[in-house]
Structure formats: C-alpha cells, structure tokens
T-cell receptor, first 110, second 112 residues
C-alpha cells in the first residue's frame, strides 16, 4: 500500500527547460492536488483535480499545467522553468477527512 | 478572508514540556481544521483534526483546542519528546470544498 508516489525526488533544471512531475495514488481517491512549499510561505495550492477529467487553478497556477490522466495519476508540467519555480512540490490526494501527501520533489532551477 | 495565521514561526521546548502552537482564521464558513506534522525530507502527514461543533479533541499527547467565537484554534503537545521535533502546519477547509488553506508552519525543536 504505497499511498501517494511522486517522481522524481530531486531535479535540477536550467532556465527555460521543461519537465513533468509525476504523481500516482493507489487509494481510489477522487480528488488530487499539487502544492508548492517555500520557506515561511507554508503550502500553496497550484492546481487541483476534483475528479477524473477535471482540473482547476489554485492560488499560484502561473507557469504550470496539469493533466489528470486517470483516477490514479495527476501530473504537473513546467513548460519553461524559471528560477522562481525553485521549490519543493507535493502531490496529495483527499481521503475526505484530510490529505495524504507524497514525499515531495525538490526542484532547483538555475 | 482566506488566510490562516499561525504562530510562532519557531519554538524550542524542553523534553517533557508542553508545546503550544496557535492559529487564527478569518472565514467563518470553514468547518474542518486539521493539523499536519512534517519531518525533514518527508511530506506532511495528518496528525489530528477538529470540527467546530466541539471545543477540544485529544489523541494521546496531542490536543486541539478550538474557540469558535474568537476564530482561533491551537495544538498542544503534552510531555513533548525529541521525536516530536518537526514542522507543524495548521489548516482550514470547507467540507465538500477543494481548497485547504494552510498556515505558514511552526518549526518545533524539543531539547533532550
């Protein structure tokens, strides 16, 4: 029972490069989320998916896109990475009474 | 309207002491208030949660106190242990909604 799995765990990108962060959950949860965590800022919502086939913007969506591939998978794409996107990214799924988070992707954009 | 303010930013407590972290919210529509615990290099994990129809909830050494009129809630960690050293986030959300608002976090260090 893996919960929420994120890949990769670490990534270094050059400014302007693109990449996709992968997230999969095996708990049959409908709702999935992408957050970024920055020092002193807490967790800020980038995008969420209330159910398979739907996605919506969160608090800080600029520079990101998402795909809800199926009920299990929710990916986050950076089309043209910028240094301001250096952060730790967490995927989460909602069990109806709190979130289950993945272990995070630490992304550095140079 | 959507903010959750958390204090203090950091906290140092002696082993065996009581750790207290406070949060305040603005939106009176929020009806679910969880606390998450995060260890370095890990994702946050749900620790304990409360709904506004009760004033207190206790699970082991962890207690949430809730003051609906003041729009404040707090986490108390009794008999704090070095293994409790982590970052703690309070949060607020609406049942059936899809947006949870997190506080900025409190870094707790328990001295042995």
């Amino acid at each position: 029972n893996a919960g929420v799995t994120q890949t990769p765990k670490f990534q270094v990108l050059k400014t302007g490069q693109s990449m996709t962060l992968q997230c999969a959950q095996d708990m049959n949860h409908n709702s999935m989320y992408w957050y970024r965590q920055d020092p002193g800022m807490g967790l800020r919502l980038i995008y969420y998916s209330a159910s398979e086939g739907t996605t919506d913007k969160g608090e800080v969506p600029n520079g990101y896109n998402v795909s809800r591939l199926n009920k299990r998978e929710f990916s986050l794409r950076l089309e043209s990475a910028a240094p301001s996107q250096t952060s730790v990214y967490f995927c989460a799924s909602d069990k109806g009474y709190g979130y289950t988070f993945g272990s995070g992707t630490r992304l550095t954009v140079v | 309207q959507q903010q959750v303010k958390q204090s203090p930013q950091s906290l140092i407590v002696q082993k065996g002491g009581i750790s207290i972290i406070n949060c305040a919210y603005e939106n009176t529509a929020f009806d679910y208030f969880p606390w998450y615990q995060q260890f370095p290099g890990k994702g946050p994990a749900l620790l304990i949660a409360i709904r506004p129809d009760v004033s207190e909830k206790k699970e082991g050494r962890f207690t949430i106190s809730f003051n609906k009129s003041a729009k404040q809630f707090s986490l108390h960690i009794m008999d704090s242990q070095p293994g409790d050293s982590a970052t703690y986030f309070c949060a607020a959300s609406l049942t059936g909604g899809f947006k949870t608002i997190f506080g900025a976090g409190t870094r707790l260090f328990v001295k042995a």
